[in-house]
Structure formats: structure tokens, C-alpha cells
């Protein structure tokens, strides 16, 4: 079978899927290559992410990345939010297949699109290293490492 599990469970029943108004971050990613767009709503409490929903324009991998991806994020800190990589939401996820990685990608790069937004508008100073400029073709960079 080409996709784990939990890839088809948060395919089919993705979590917190949605809008959240007055959000105090967006990020919003899409990946040049496949054409798939990835928006991130985050709500910030006292540095902990109180709320996240998604709304994915993209592929079964896509769905099921950003779905894990928000429940790892949700009730965590900034900092932790920021140390969820690709990678990590892959394995969450029991895997994706090489071609799909960079579906996981996205997933990342719209965390942190929504991490820096919230920064940005709140005026709280970051490492610019953390947010490495928006690139086009993240593809290959970031799959390497499976
Ligand atoms: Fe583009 Fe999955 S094929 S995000």
C-alpha cells in the first residue's frame, strides 16, 4: 500500500480544517511546482498557540500533512511550533512516499509563514535564520534528508 494509515485517516477525516477570523497569524505557501496552496490560521495566547485550522488547495499528501501538522502545533509554544519540521510531521504521519515529501514541506514553510506573521505584526524581533527567505523551488532541498 502506497499510504500508511493515519496518511488515508487524516486524508479522510482532516482535523481542524477551516478559517479562524481575526487570526493572529496567516501563513500562506504554495509550491510552484505541483501548483498545491497551503493557508495556516493561527490564535495566539500567551505565546501558545490556543487555536490553528488549515485550508488546503493541494493533493491527498497535502491534506493529510497539513491535518497532523496543525494537531502538532495546537496548545504548543512558539518555539515548539517552530521545531516542527517536515520531517517530523512525515513521520507522524508513518511516512510519505519520495515523491510526496514535499507535500510535507508545505506544511512546514505555512507554519512558519503564520509564525513570522504573527511576529511581524506584533513587532517581536526573531532570528531572520529561522525564516529563510520564500524561495520557489523548495522541492529538492528540503527532501533530501528522508
Ligand atoms: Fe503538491 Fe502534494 S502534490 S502538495
Known sequence: MLYSEKVMDHFRNPRNV???ENADGVGEVGNPVCGDIMKIYLKIENNIISDVKFETFGCGSAIASSSMATEMVKGKSLDEALAV?????????????AHKLHCSVLAEEAIRAALKDYYDKNGIAYDPALFPAESCAHEHEHTGDE
Do not use: C, F, S
Open 85 to 97: 519540521t517536515n520531517k517530523a510531521v512525515t513521520e507522524a504521519l508513518d511516512g510519505l512516499p
Open 18 to 20: 477551516g478559517v479562524i
